[in-house]
């Protein structure tokens, strides 16, 4: 029963991510050239929105009692930043954050009892905060050499 849960979580959300990742694909290369133009308003939330997801993600090793507050508090405001999102520029920086905010959703339903899928899992969450640190205008912490 968990591990159908698991799937269809898992499926529902890889949906998304997929799709949204096609319509933004197009646009990395671009990312480094191209200024985006948003409101002060939609900046604010999107940076408190990535901040959120942040936090959730720092806390989605520990329980579920930890875990769902910060949980809901990224839900919450990813959905103000889904419905505030106006321009083009904006909805690509909402589809960013939601798409980091499922990546690292589906990585804690996989775990890391499955080795191989969840190194996968974790490189794709990686490469979903890159994506949406780069569509603020923030700058992506290089990873450090291994020891």
Known sequence: MTLTLALS????LAGSAFSAQSSTDAGT?????AKVHLSPKFRELAEDALDAVDRAWG???KSDEIFEPA?????????K????AASSDEKKISVAVG??????????VIGPADIA????????ERAARGSALRALGRET???SPAK
């Open 9 to 12: 979580l898992w499926l529902a």
């Open 29 to 33: 290369k671009s990312e480094k050239v």
């Open 59 to 61: 806390e989605s090793a």
């Open 71 to 79: 949980k809901l508090e990224a839900e919450r405001l990813m959905q």
């Open 81 to 84: 930043l889904r419905r505030a």
């Open 99 to 108: 798409r980091f905010f499922g990546q690292f959703q589906i990585c804690r």
């Open 117 to 124: 899928p969840h190194e996968q899992c974790l490189q794709e």
């Open 141 to 143: 912490p290089q990873p």
